[in-house]
């Protein structure tokens, strides 16, 4: 195996993130529930789109790119953690966006605008024609260019969560089970992967906020991730445990998730949101009401961020 020092990586977050118990909500469930506080990465209002970025940047960088565009929603975490970073380092982000969502300053494209990002909105559906728009615009610019894919999700950036299982294995801590968000796979591919290289015996499960062919998808990334790490390993779509935790569609809020970013606010103080981690938090305690974990595991939710989309959408929680 090559090892994840030797790849390029620009240190952006803040690590190790916090990782600690919640007590009330481990008692309200009756089993041992942990947080992985990736909302403290420390930069835009954190995330775990940094952790994939310190290694899509440094690949970025050292192709010379001076043009970064990424795409995503309109309230695109990632989009805007993209321009955060980018513009940290110095490069010029360009975001093409799908012109879906909330698309007016608000939530992360108020964030967008206090960084003065060069922000277009693409009416499609197809991350394709963005794709290719991005190529028109870069051959244009004439610059050197790099494209991020939506959510940094490749095997580049599934990097940024083998390292950060690596980081929770250093912990000493043994988990029964990791829950993550999954939205567009990278996270929950480098999840799994790593579990797999460092917590043997660890489950991981993504939680969707999408309804996209996750299996196929997330073993996907950990194909290409495992072969950039030399591993002599066969994943399978069967390697990938999901829940569908949609609801009504991607980027609309949900009962269930509004249920769960309640129960955190009230008993823990932290904000989950609408899109992502509201829905798979609402997984884990749907799991736990389930009687999926024993008194004595230790279930570790991964708290992949998300502030910003939290000012965006309505929710209803009466
Ligand atoms: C992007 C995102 C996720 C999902 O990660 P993917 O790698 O896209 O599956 C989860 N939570 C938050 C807050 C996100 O912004």
Redesign the pocket.
């Known amino acids: 195996m090559k090892g994840l020092n030797e790849f390029d990586r620009i240190p952006l977050a803040l690590l190790p993130t916090p990782l600690h118990k919640l007590e009330n909500i481990s008692r309200i469930l009756g089993t041992n529930v942990w947080i992985k506080r990736d909302d403290l990465t420390g930069i835009g209002l954190g995330?775990?789109?940094v952790r994939k970025l310190e290694f899509l940047l440094a690949d970025a960088k050292k192709k010379g790119a001076e043009i970064i565009f990424t795409t995503g929603g309109a309230q695109s975490?990632?989009a805007m953690l993209t321009a955060a970073c980018v513009k940290k380092l110095g490069m010029t982000p360009i975001l093409i966006l799908k012109k879906r969502g909330v698309t007016d300053r608000k939530g992360n494209q108020l964030l967008e605008y206090l960084m003065d990002t060069d922000v277009r909105f693409m009416d499609t559906d197809s991350y394709d024609d963005i794709y290719a728009e991005m190529d028109r615009v870069g051959m244009e610019s004439g610059k050197p260019y790099y494209k991020i894919p939506c959510?940094g999700?490749n095997a580049i950036g599934a990097l940024g969560y083998i390292a950060c299982m690596k980081e929770i294995a250093d912990s000493g801590i043994h988990f029964d089970h990791v829950i993550c968000?999954?939205?567009?796979?990278?996270?929950?591919a480098g999840v799994a992967l790593g579990a797999k290289l460092y917590m043997p015996e660890t489950k991981t499960m993504g939680m969707m906020v999408d309804d996209d062919p996750f299996d196929l998808i997330t073993s996907g990334i950990m194909r290409e991730a495992a072969q950039l790490l030399e591993l002599d390993m066969d994943i399978t779509p069967a390697d990938v445990h999901l829940l569908n935790m949609c609801g009504p569609g991607y980027a609309i809020a949900s009962e269930e998730g509004n249920a769960a970013i309640r129960m955190m606010a009230e008993n823990e103080g932290l904000f989950l949101?609408p899109v992502?981690?509201g829905k798979a938090f609402a997984g884990l305690i749907r799991l736990a009401k389930e009687g999926a974990f024993k008194p004595t595991d230790n279930v570790l939710f991964l708290y992949?961020?998300?502030a910003g989309g939290l000012f965006a959408v309505d929710i209803d929680l009466d």
């Open positions: 995330g775990n789109k975490n990632h959510g999700s968000a999954e939205g567009s796979g990278g996270t929950h949101d992502y981690t992949s961020g998300g």
